[in-house]
């Protein structure tokens, strides 16, 4: 009897170090509903362009627990606040705020900034022609047009003034998969949608409606950002960081990575990031050099 008690407490002293070592090395990634950066229900959950991020980064980091925790937008701040548990997320863009609460990676991916979209053949598409940037004041106090955008959001300042106008034709509307922006767009209720052209897109492939819906970027604003890794200010925060940055430069260089980054963009989206794309691509690949 007591060799077999002596049996059992070995064994099970035995486990006790592998599973503190697991638990202090548990990354817990915040998700949330944002399509199409990261799609939580439906058939095309998971293939949001960070969740795809964020899986190939913990398949390049087999020595961490890794943990999905799914949040609201709204939560991840005070979730970065607290040091009780290493918390990451995938596709943050920098703020000098946030750099005082979390470690900031090497850039992950490049965003798109606002930008008009509208349904091709459309009078705004008339008055868009072919240039890249167009002055959004043009649109929104063309009183035969009338345009929405989200509220509750920061725009920049050019974006924000011509919303403030009082003679802009703006509706604020909160758009869902049952208010679809690209539905009211290919319908004709609205002329144009002052949105994310990823998030449009992603609303127009929830329906089967033509004609194709097109945008154009927003003078005064720049139109693409960086976007991180951020993990909160733990020890197992900065490794993960430091492990991180070790593994970008050559994620880079994927023969698919501008796919993975740009599949849920229209052409004209893509055409304006592309050449931030090959600079960043470049940059990443000298420091891959030994």
């Known amino acids: 009897m007591h060799k077999r008690i002596t049996l059992l407490l070995t064994a099970l002293l035995s486990l006790a170090p592998y599973n503190v070592f697991a638990e202090q090395d548990k990354v817990v990634w915040l998700q949330t509903d944002w399509a199409p950066h990261q799609i939580v229900d439906g058939p095309l959950a998971g293939q949001g362009t960070f969740d795809v991020l964020q899986t190939r980064l913990s398949r390049l980091l087999?020595?961490?627990?890794?943990?999905i925790h799914l949040t609201s937008l709204g939560r991840i701040?005070?979730?970065?606040?607290?040091?009780?548990?290493?918390?990451?997320?995938?596709?943050?863009s920098f703020t000098e705020q946030r750099a005082t609460?979390?470690?900031y990676s090497l850039p992950i991916a490049i965003g798109s900034g606002f930008a008009i979209n509208y349904a091709a053949g459309s009078k705004v598409e008339a008055i868009v022609g072919e240039q890249p940037y167009i002055d959004l004041t043009s649109i929104a106090l063309n009183q035969q047009l009338l345009g929405a955008y989200q509220p509750n959001r920061y725009y920049p300042e050019s974006i924000s003034a011509a919303i403030q106008h009082p003679e802009a034709t703006l509706l604020a509307?909160?758009?869902?998969?049952?208010?679809?922006?690209?539905?009211?767009?290919t319908t004709g209720r609205?002329?144009?949608?002052?949105?994310?052209?990823?998030?449009?897109q992603f609303y127009q492939r929830a329906i089967t409606a033509a004609p194709t819906i097109v945008s154009v970027a927003i003078s005064g604003t720049e139109f693409f950002s960086l976007r991180y890794v951020t993990c909160n200010k733990t020890t197992l925060g900065e490794r993960v960081i430091n492990d991180i940055n070790q593994l970008l430069p050559a994620l880079w260089q994927a023969d698919d990575y501008a796919e993975v980054l740009?599949?849920?963009l229209d052409q004209q989206a893509r055409a304006l990031l592309m050449p931030k794309f090959e600079e960043v691509r470049q940059d990443m690949a000298k420091k891959n050099r030994p």
């Open 62 to 67: 087999p020595h961490y627990q890794h943990e």
């Open 77 to 92: 701040e005070p979730l970065f606040l607290s040091n009780s548990k290493t918390v990451c997320v995938i596709g943050s």
């Open 190 to 200: 609205l002329d144009y949608v002052i949105e994310y052209p990823e998030r449009i």
């Open 101 to 103: 609460t979390r470690y």
């Open 262 to 264: 740009f599949s849920w």
């Open 173 to 185: 509307n909160g758009f869902t998969s049952e208010l679809n922006a690209a539905a009211l767009l």
